[in-house]
């Protein structure tokens, strides 16, 4: 047998439920892995390593329990490690949020996304690294180093989700969940080379983010293929949530790994390179980008899909409006005023502006996102999928938002060179065709389908993002599967 880590997220599930390996196999090499790799990775804020045997020796006793007729039916995940951003609570183990200026406490019980997936099996490794309170397009914080990309260890691994993308990519674990308010999971997707999908509001129940008032955050899966971001979309989606097992409704209930399965239909795909961001923050793809965007486009027709351009108009007034909603919740977070001082300049920044904010800005605002919603969706609807590249730039150098340069820590603010505004200019040039999609609800996935040094492995990924109508998550993972992905 291959090495485990070697395995597909679907191949090791066989593996574990047939009994050919254990759960403390499984949970062991992984955990073997982390403790070689994390210290030049930082993909891990918190392993906990303990706690995951103990776990996964009562997930071999379940099974032998299942396999003797004594017990009940195996879970869909059984045995299965993976671990959740830190800024998801798991029961007994530190929240940091990435941030410095909160007292970092074990969390009195799992929140919602950790009690989903443990319930269906799965063996938690620890937490993940993120940026302060998951606000950036960066993985990089006060606490801890920071997350780097596996493919260059000089570059970042994206955020919010860069340090579950790093592991999985690194194949410290099989897959992971991560959540996507702004592009947090197609980001570090692009980034590392992974298949990341962001379901459309509502799939996927709530609960993982307070002060998100415009409803942009989902959780959803990052994965090495298309088959095992579907096993584990199946997990986070609830049974009536579930999809058609044809694909269309009426029809009885099946999942999303069967339907990745079966070759999508022939599609009408526009391509657009059209951003609400041109208007504040005008940039130019660079050619890596471009060559992503060929590549999707061969790809796509050579499977028998037709694309075209797809000019897209967008409001002005959107990078106004979208900061002031993404920034909502940090202005309400708890935090004494003795540690203000210890935020990183970009939150303190955005911080101090929400809480000059009148309700009633921000809920003119909320309006607007909801009328752009709609004017967008209307636009899209002219094509089966909109397809743009994932990123607009490379995956940078670890410090290049922050204007620190790179090293092997992390920085006090006297080294931070940038101030807030120019680091989130960075960022909206960096991903300019992200935050949209959750604005308008939409499902949306990453692609890799490019390499700059010219094949898998070689130099640095770069990928490409397809956007569906409402329900499409499905037809996202057939056309990555398709693909070859």
């Known amino acids: 047998m291959a090495e485990i880590h070697e395995l597909s997220a679907v191949g090791l599930r066989d593996a574990l439920r047939s009994g050919e390996l254990s759960a403390r196999q499984a949970t062991a090499h992984f955990l073997d892995r982390i403790a070689d790799n994390n210290p030049h990775l930082g993909a891990f804020i918190t392993v906990t390593a303990e706690q995951a045997l103990a776990d996964a020796a009562a997930a071999d006793t379940r099974h032998a329990r299942a396999a003797n007729d004594g017990g009940p039916a195996l879970p869909l995940l059984h045995g299965m490690p993976t671990a959740f951003k830190d800024l998801t609570d798991v029961a007994g183990v530190v929240t940091t949020h990435g ?81 996507d308010g702004g592009g947090s999971i197609r980001i570090p997707a692009a980034a590392c080379g992974l298949v990341g999908l962001k379901p459309g509001r509502g799939l996927v129940p709530a609960g993982e983010s307070t002060g998100d008032p415009a ?34 409704s009426p029809g009885p209930r099946g999942s999303y790994l069967a339907l990745a399965g079966q070759d999508p239909p022939r599609l009408r795909i526009g391509v657009s390179l059209d951003s609400p961001w041109q208007a504040v923050f005008p940039f130019t793809p660079d050619r890596e980008a471009l060559d992503a965007l060929a590549a999707g486009i061969s790809l796509l027709e050579a499977a028998g899909h037709e694309t075209g351009e797809a000019p897209i108009r967008y409001d002005n007034r959107y990078p106004g409006t979208f900061t002031t909603a993404w920034t909502a919740g940090v202005g309400g977070a708890r935090i004494a005023p003795q540690r203000e ?112 040094g010219g094949a898998p492995g070689s130099g640095v990924p770069m990928g490409i993002q397809l956007v569906g109508p409402v329900g499409s998550e499905g037809l996202l993972l057939q056309v990555a599967a398709q693909l070859g992905f």
Do not use: M
């Open 99 to 179: 941030s410095a200026a909160l007292e970092h406490k074990p969390a009195p019980a799992d929140g919602a996304l950790a009690a989903a997936l443990k319930g269906v099996g799965v063996i938690s490794l620890g937490k993940t690294q993120v940026p302060e309170f998951g606000l950036t397009a960066y993985s990089e914080n006060r606490i801890a180093p920071p997350s780097r990309n596996p493919y260059a260890l000089s570059r970042s691994s994206g955020g919010s989700s860069g340090g579950s993308a790093a592991a999985v990519a690194a194949g410290l674990l099989p897959f992971a969940p991560g959540s």
């Open 215 to 248: 409803r942009l955050v989902v959780a959803g899966p990052l994965a090495r293929c298309a088959a095992d971001a579907a096993l584990l979309l199946d997990a986070l989606v609830p049974a009536e949530n579930a999809p058609r097992a044809s694909g269309r």
């Open 341 to 452: 001082a210890l935020l990183t300049p970009l939150t303190r920044t955005f911080r101090r502006r929400a809480q000059q904010r009148s309700a009633a800005k921000l809920d003119e605002a909320l309006g607007f996102l909801r009328q752009f919603e709609r004017d967008t969706v209307a636009q899209f609807a002219a094509w089966d999928l909109v397809l743009s590249p994932a990123l607009a730039q490379t995956p940078r150098p670890v410090g290049w938002f922050t204007g620190a340069g790179h090293g092997d820590g992390y920085w006090p603010a006297a080294e931070r060179a940038t101030d807030a505004d120019e680091d989130y200019r960075k960022q909206c040039e960096f991903a300019p065709w992200s935050s949209l999609v959750n604005v308008c609800g939409l499902p949306a996935i990453s692609i890799p389908v490019h390499w700059t």
